[in-house]
């Protein structure tokens, strides 16, 4: 048996609005006849005392079977065991991360840079010179003239001698082999630095243009007229290109003034 209260609570709980005992319950509260409709059978006028010992005699009928019950106590809930992973799966499971963690993600393909230079010996100086239409200088060349001025105010000879062929990136036209920017650094410096080798140790190295400066020197345009020390070819010396000179005259002066600090470099050997 279930107190009232709880009842209603559990009639709430399953959204029941109204409902009919099939039997008579005991300690009910009385029905209401608007809920019951035509189910409730006229009221019976019964005189008080009467109805107090109807009352009485039912209470007293319902009360040896009736055990009051104590408050119920939480439903203890089933424990579930969890397997835990034992130290060898743990073990396993922390090489499968470092095993993804190490997983290189695939390169992606970058379009190969082009370029032209050409290696060249004047006096203690090497000069690698980019060639801003591909093609070796020619005496009457603008770009060569330049050249030839610019080794004229560094106390050089103006006529520089070719040091094998010119370099021209990319190698291939076609193929699978790699010929992105890492591979024409890689190649760059061993092409001078094997040609340096065969000639007489030199003071040092124009790069002149920014592919001689980047695939040589590993540097950019921020290196304008500065000295760089470059591992495996020594000191060097980053100059803008002859045809970015020739474009914005402006720059010369600011060449002139660098080249003034520079120069005591291979003057001193003579």
Known sequence: MITELRRRAYLSAMQVASWLPRVELPFAAPSRPELLGTLVEPEVEVP???????????????????????VEAPIARTKIEVPRPTVAARQGISQ???????????KVSVAPPRFALQLLRAGACAVLVELPTGE???????????????????????SPQLIGEPVRWPLLARGQIDQGP??????????????????????CLWLVGLPAIRFAGEADAEAYNRELQVEGL??????????????????????????RRVRQRWLANH
Request: charged share 25%; net charge negative; hydrophobic share 45%.
């Open 182 to 203: 890492d591979a024409a650094l890689e190649f760059v410096q061993s092409f001078v630095g094997a040609r340096l080798e065969e000639q007489e140790p030199c003071s």
């Open 96 to 106: 499968v991360a470092e095993t993804e963690a190490q997983v290189v993600e695939p």
């Open 234 to 259: 020594g000191a060097a010396w980053a100059l803008p290109g002859l045809e970015l000179l020739m474009d914005e005259p402006e720059r010369k002066r600011e060449l002139w003034q660098a080249m």
């Open 136 to 158: 070796p200088l020619q005496g009457r060349d603008p770009a060569y003239l330049l050249l030839k001025d610019l080794l004229r105010a560094a106390g050089l000879p103006d």
């Open 48 to 70: 008080i005392p009467l109805a107090e010992q109807v009352v009485e005699q039912r209470v007293a009928e319902a009360a040896p079977a009736y055990q009051p019950q104590a």
